[in-house]
């Protein structure tokens, strides 16, 4: 099984919908992200929350919400979906950087999105 | 001036040939740098990491960071179909989060 797990892998809505993209990991990090990423503009990061009690906003958080149910879980919702968030979508987690941790990302597979 | 630029254009190159893929960087606190290996429908991966200005060798992949000049860049040495995919430079500082570039696709032609 992969280390994070996101859900749905891929869909399909209309304008207006809510939308709930899920992420779960085992890799027993703290840190979990949501990143969007599209052709040309690279990885843009919507949300962050370094443990589960703490939420952040990244660089485009306009649209979307998230929720940090559990050290393992971490869910991006689209609470009025629309066309320009036609996406594709990364969660990932870290560890804390220090001296023997890289504090590298690790990536789920992606959920791509499409709002028409 | 975003604080990291990739610039995204793809790379078509023959097999066994060299790719070098750079990126420079504002932010002079960054002290680690990264590249990530990005397959087709897939997440991104960790490929390289080095903390310190020179070059890191592994295998066929080479990252070298100038910190005097704010610039890293990524070889790879005869280059395979099997590295084609979007490589995208990665840097960070303490345990802030990391800063992206936007990423290059590269091809590489049988």
């Known amino acids: 099984d992969a280390d994070v797990t996101q859900t749905p892998r891929n869909r399909i809505t209309k304008t207006g919908k809510r939308i709930m993209l899920e992420c779960s990991q085992t890799?027993?990090?703290?840190?979990m992200y949501w990143y969007r990423q599209d052709p040309g503009l690279g990885l843009r990061l919507i949300y962050y929350s370094f443990d589960v009690k703490d939420i952040n906003k990244g660089e485009i958080s306009d649209g979307y919400s998230v929720s940090r149910q559990a050290q393992a879980k971490f869910s991006l919702s689209l609470e009025s979906a629309i066309p320009n968030q036609t996406a594709l979508y990364f969660c990932?987690?870290?560890?804390?950087?220090?001296?023997?941790?890289?504090?590298?990302?690790?990536f789920g597979e992606g959920s791509r999105l499409t709002v028409l | 001036q975003k604080e990291v630029e990739q610039d995204p254009g793809p790379l078509s190159v023959p097999e066994g040939a060299i790719v070098s893929l750079n990126c420079t960087y504002s932010?002079?606190?960054?002290?680690?740098f990264m590249w990530y290996r990005q397959y087709s429908r897939k997440g991104p991966e960790l490929l390289m990491y080095t903390y310190s200005s020179g070059n890191k060798e592994d295998g066929r992949f080479t990252a070298q960071v100038d910190k005097s000049s704010k610039y890293i860049s990524l070889f790879i040495r005869d280059s395979q179909p099997s590295d084609s995919a979007t490589y995208l430079c990665?840097?960070?500082?303490?345990?802030?989060?990391?800063?992206f570039g936007k990423g290059n696709q590269v091809v590489v032609i049988p």
């Open positions: 990932a987690t870290s560890d804390l950087p220090s001296s023997s941790n890289t504090g590298e990302l690790f």
């Open positions: 890799k027993g990090h703290d840190r």
């Open positions: 990665a840097m960070g500082y303490g345990n802030n989060r990391l800063a």
């Open positions: 932010n002079s606190a960054f002290q680690y």
